[in-house]
């Protein structure tokens, strides 16, 4: 692949559900589609008939025991993709560029695209299933069930307002690597939805006049008073839903994926132009967005949360909704940000929204669409009628939007480059449900290549895992393994970049998100790369002070290492290194130094080149002088550290950032040693290199700072102690929290709470050092040598502000 991974040094579906009740009660977002669970569709068969066409019988349960079950009948033509090639001999698609979102889902998007054989133009909505037991694929068999209802009735011909289905068929992929399933529905072509042309309209200040309005109305009542003759309710009416078709220059009723068929509702009675509701009949699950739902609908959400249906009035709720859209046409407002004008039309009664659309009468009518009370709430024949005879169209022509839709196609064609990057990235999943991989891999090499001409290398990234995850669902292991990898070997470097800038979260997330490619990448099986990975969060967790979870990864990462590399290797080295660092930290110096005279003895046993044997040899000597200083065995870290300075500053010269952490422990070993000049000599060295090497607000400096203020205070400069502690505790505060965990964070505090003790100042010092013990109760525990040392020097600073309370009173009642 031309790359590999680089360790970081610890050194500096279901329809029906998805309006149910459960769940939503009592915050309901009202601007997202409810997501619950339910199981309306019931058992599904299907038989085969000539010409590769399938019948399916799907059932669905009843809502209430009033019903009976209802059973639908559904044809479909089975195309087979033989090749891994889009091979359909009906249709050869293109999708076209501009796309049109759904405003309840930014990752789906209303495809549109032409028929390269014919140039014939078609809506399409693509469902991707495995199994004809699967929600998704029953949900879009009624869906094409209710609108081939809808196909042909007024007179025998397609209703002018609603979006006509063309057809619908199954494609299938049989090959091994890329076994798919979709359902593609075809309609007839639109240009634009109404969401998009308030928009629109509304940036450019351009208002719907009261014309446009009526006309508006009349269209679409006409079409809602169809679909209710035909028994289905729409439940999902709303801008977004809305679609205009130029050819036509007509608003036309689309998406039915939300729609619900009553075959009663064909048959039942009409008296006084109203609706005869019966018993039973207004059970139904709660669809669409609750921002456009009745208020009725609300309230019984709010009050029944463990109900999967509710008994509303779905014909009722459909015309609520078109009033709404109205309001919204003719106020220009976003679907977004129309809450106010929300909040003012659910207060009110009749007659009372106080919004005027342009005419006395068209106020009066959608003040009625729009009653929260749904017995006072006009209904769709009763509202066609009306439009039909006050509203005729040789006095309220229909809106002509062609011009806007020219307008409205420029702007699409100077769009951002983020925006046109995340439109390719919705037509290369649109291919990818189509089964055209090859067009899906290839939006995606574009989007790759865009965003390599930015230099946008996490962008790629993710655009590298996008694609190893459909490679995975093809079960094309091998290809889905190369982009997981390739994925990987960037956000391990993202990861790198912000341990540098001392970003320890940004680092275990990216690392993170590179071990789950890693691991995907190899079917969960253990690599060399992992445990790099492993190591490389391991030592950021180690910067943290989490030493027990750091020693964890680093532990996984070895035992990787010595099955995937062996024990005489680099790797192997490093990680003992790693754990005896760790075990150190945590006290446990047997077993810290156990593990760093194996890497030691690896080491020396390595085939590699002279320069990166000494490099290695000077960290474990490093880690071995520490550790025996720890252990109180100073000549033997004396001895260790000089050797390994030496070393270093022979493979990179004096200033380099490697000899910062020698230095430092070198300086500790001089402060424990009581040469306290040289001690200082070193901590000032360390710190000089480090702070021209790391950002300012690096954990590391502000560890030298803490050790040079343990020298001054030392050298009894106290103020200058103090000074040193209160920069090295703004930094890890920076960095860290004020409520952080960080055991350099608790010896900080404990430090200048013993200078605060030297200044006189007993309560600031028994505040410090309590709040170090806390800390280093929870990191390190109560038997770690610095909980123990500073908690002596606790008790010791409490009896003496006891002896003065004690004095103080004795001297008060002497008086």
Request: with cysteine; glycine share 4%.
């Amino acid at each position: 692949m031309g790359q590999t991974l680089k360790y970081c040094s610890s050194v500096p579906n279901d329809r029906d559900g998805r309006e149910a009740m459960l769940n939503v009660y009592p915050n309901i977002d009202v601007r997202q589609k409810l997501n619950n669970d339910s199981s309306r569709f019931s058992q599904i068969y299907s038989t085969k008939l000539e010409n590769d066409q399938i019948q399916f019988i799907l059932s669905l349960k009843p809502y209430s025991y009033n019903e009976t079950e209802e059973v639908i009948k559904v044809d479909l033509k089975i195309k087979k993709d033989l090749f891994s090639l889009f091979l359909d001999r009906t249709y050869e698609w293109n999708l076209e560029e501009y796309v049109v979102k759904d405003f309840n889902d930014g990752n789906k998007i209303i495809a549109r695209a032409q028929d390269k054989r014919t140039n014939e133009r078609f809506t399409l909505q693509t469902i991707p299933f495995d199994d004809y037991e699967d929600y998704e694929f029953k949900a879009a068999l009624y869906q094409i069930y209710i609108q081939r209802n809808l196909q042909t009735v007024s007179n025998g011909l397609p209703h002018p307002n609603i979006i006509q289905i063309k057809d619908a068929y199954i494609i299938e992929s049989k090959e091994k690597t890329k076994k798919a399933r979709s359902l593609i529905i075809v309609m007839e072509y639109f240009d634009s939805n109404l969401h998009d042309i308030i928009q629109f309209r509304k940036k450019h200040k351009w208002e719907f006049s009261t014309k446009e309005l009526c006309s508006f109305l009349r269209d679409i009542s006409s079409a809602l008073a169809t679909i209710l003759r035909q028994g289905v309710s729409h439940r999902d009416i709303r801008p977004t839903n809305i679609w205009y078709v130029a050819q036509e220059k007509s608003y036309k009723i689309g998406g039915f994926q939300e729609a619900r068929f009553d075959e009663k509702m064909k048959h039942i009675c009409m008296r006084n132009q109203g609706v005869r509701h019966e018993d039973g009949e207004g059970y139904n699950t709660v669809r669409g967005v609750p921002q456009f739902a009745a208020p009725e609908i609300l309230n019984l959400m709010h009050m029944n949360a463990n109900q999967k249906v509710l008994n509303y009035n779905p014909f009722s709720q459909d015309i609520y909704s078109l009033g709404l859209t109205l309001i919204l046409m003719k106020n220009l407002y976003d679907e977004v940000d129309f809450d106010t004008l929300l909040s003012k039309v659910k207060q009110s009664g009749s007659a009372n929204i106080n919004i005027d659309l342009g005419s006395m009468e068209l106020n009066q009518l959608v003040d009625q669409m729009v009653n929260k009370y749904p017995q006072r709430r006009i209904n769709a024949i009763q509202l066609e009628q009306y439009s039909q005879r006050v509203y005729p169209i040789e006095d309220y022509p229909k809106i002509n939007e062609n011009n806007l839709i020219i307008s409205l196609n420029y702007k699409h064609k100077k769009i951002s480059e983020q925006e046109y990057l995340l439109n390719q990235e919705l037509l290369a999943k649109e291919y990818f449900n189509m089964l055209d991989f090859d067009q899906w891999i290839y939006k995606y090499d574009e989007i790759i290549s865009s965003h390599e001409a930015q230099g946008s290398n996490l962008a790629k990234a993710e655009t590298l895992q996008k694609i190893g995850e459909g490679y995975l669902i093809l079960n094309d292991v091998y290809r889905a393994k190369d982009y997981f990898m390739k994925a990987s070997v960037i956000f391990n470097e993202e990861g790198h970049e912000c341990r540098k800038r001392s970003q320890l979260e940004g680092a275990i997330r990216y690392y993170e998100i590179a071990i789950e490619c890693v691991r995907k990448g190899n079917n969960g099986e253990d690599t060399s790369e992992l445990a790099l990975l492993l190591e490389n969060i391991g030592n950021i967790y180690k910067m943290k002070g989490d030493f027990p979870k750091a020693r964890a990864f680093q532990e996984e990462a070895l035992q990787i290492i010595l099955i995937q590399v062996g024990e005489k290797s680099v790797e192997a080295a490093r990680l003992y290194n790693n754990l005896g660092n760790l075990y150190a930290s945590l006290g446990l110096y047997k077993k810290a130094d156990k593990r760093l005279k194996k890497a030691l003895k690896i080491v020396d046993n390595l085939y590699v080149s002279a320069e990166e044997q000494a490099q290695l040899k000077a960290l474990c000597l490093c880690s071995l002088g520490e550790i025996h200083r720890l252990r109180g065995n100073l000549e033997n870290s004396l001895e260790f550290l000089e050797e390994a300075l030496e070393i270093r500053e022979q493979v990179f010269g004096s200033g380099h950032i490697e000899l910062a952490s020698n230095c430092e422990n070198l300086g500790n070993v001089y402060f424990d040693l009581g040469d306290f000049h040289k001690a200082k000599k070193f901590y000032e060295r360390a710190l000089v290199i480090k702070k021209s090497s790391l950002p300012k607000d690096s954990p590391e400096i502000a560890l030298t700072l803490n050790n040079l203020g343990n020298v001054c205070k030392s050298q009894k400069e106290i103020e200058k102690a103090k000074k040193c502690y209160e920069e090295c505790l703004q930094i890890l505060y920076t960095k860290f929290g004020q409520e952080t965990d960080n055991p350099t964070v608790a010896t900080s505090l404990g430090n200048l709470g013993l200078v605060y003790k030297e200044l006189g100042s007993l309560v600031a010092a028994q505040s410090n050092l309590q709040k170090c013990l806390e800390i280093l109760a929870k990191s390190v525990g109560e038997d770690h040598p610095d909980f123990i040392f500073f908690q002596k020097h606790l008790y010791r600073l409490n009896q003496r502000i006891n002896n003065s309370q004690y004095a103080s009173s004795a001297y008060q009642s002497n008086y």
